[in-house]
């Protein structure tokens, strides 16, 4: 296991290495500069582009970056006067985690319950229903049913607030329209691979032995039919805890997603670029802590990678 585990650290560095590496050189292709502002003197322009090192060969650049990032630090943004990018990011992280958590735990909680139960109604209107729920929350984008959420939650009956982020009721609706997608799609894996697992010889095996339909689902189906929901757990955790921008434009909420769009359009650099490295960490880490406990549950995949 410890094999395993040491393989798995070293690829997510090595991972981490070229994502760093490629989001940089992409960065600074972006067209125009931080700096075009016209209010700017060519004097004023020249300094900044000097203080954030602007002056210096493009390799120079990059191997700064790459010391500051492994001191932990982003930057300062080239938009937001005396921010850092890591003040921004923590100032903004909490809420889209938050909303990412919520949704995150309705997703994978009744995404399993409707996969679990469509596959052991197959053909009956309970089966249909899953069905139907995953496909719409598969093909329907999250603005359309957060905007339906809004309509018909916060404006038509009153139940929960439309936008901004005070309090819990206020993270019901934007919580239900993240999850949405996930849900569906965790349910729709969840049930193809119950179907699969059905048709297993164990699982007939402890039929013949009088088990229980109750104890077979719990002990034998769930447990091996989930795998396959684990491994799309790593980037499912990241994309979901790191925020969606639309939801969060929708609902008013001040997560990353805000300051992300505003950084693509203001030719913030450094906003770009530590946002971006930012959300690539985070996914990196959700991929391997997924692995070792892909690792830990079927002990095949340890010996498959000796």
């Not at 799609?185 to 048709?199: D, G, K, N, P």
């Amino acid at each position: 296991m410890a094999k395993y585990i040491i393989k798995r650290v070293i690829a997510a560095i090595l991972t981490l290495l070229v994502l760093v590496t490629i989001v940089f050189f992409l960065v600074r292709l972006m067209p125009g500069e931080p700096f075009t502002n016209p209010k700017l003197t060519p004097d004023v322009a020249a300094n900044l582009r000097k203080y954030y090192g602007f002056d210096k060969p493009l390799i120079v650049q990059y191997f700064q970056y790459m010391g500051n990032l492994l001191r932990g630090d982003f930057g300062y943004s080239m938009h937001y006067t005396n921010k850092t990018v890591n003040y921004i990011i923590g100032q903004t992280f909490p809420f889209s985690a938050d909303l990412g958590i919520r949704a995150l735990c309705l997703a994978i909680s009744f995404g399993l319950i409707l996969g679990i139960l469509a596959a052991r109604k197959r053909g009956t209107k309970i089966d249909f229903f899953c069905v139907m729920v995953a496909i719409i929350g598969t093909s329907m984008p999250d603005f359309i049913i957060g905007a339906c959420l809004q309509y018909f939650f916060g404006i038509k009956w009153g139940l929960f607030p439309v936008a901004k982020y005070q309090g819990f009721q206020y993270t019901v609706l934007p919580a239900c329209a993240l999850s949405f997608y996930t849900l569906a799609h965790v349910s729709r894996i969840m049930r193809a691979s119950m179907l699969e697992v059905t048709s297993q010889d164990y699982i007939k095996t402890a039929r013949s032995k009088g088990l229980s339909e109750v104890r077979i689902t719990a002990k034998h189906q769930i447990r091996n039919a989930i795998m396959p929901v684990m491994t799309i757990l790593g980037p499912t955790v990241a994309a979901v805890l790191t925020g969606t921008f639309v939801i969060e434009a929708i609902f008013a909420i001040p997560g990353m997603g805000k300051y992300y769009v505003e950084s693509v359009s203001n030719n913030d650099y450094s906003m770009t670029l530590g946002m971006t490295v930012f959300y690539g960490i985070f996914l990196v880490f959700c991929n391997l802590i997924v692995d070792i406990l892909y690792g830990i549950a079927d002990p095949r995949v340890r010996i498959g990678k000796r």
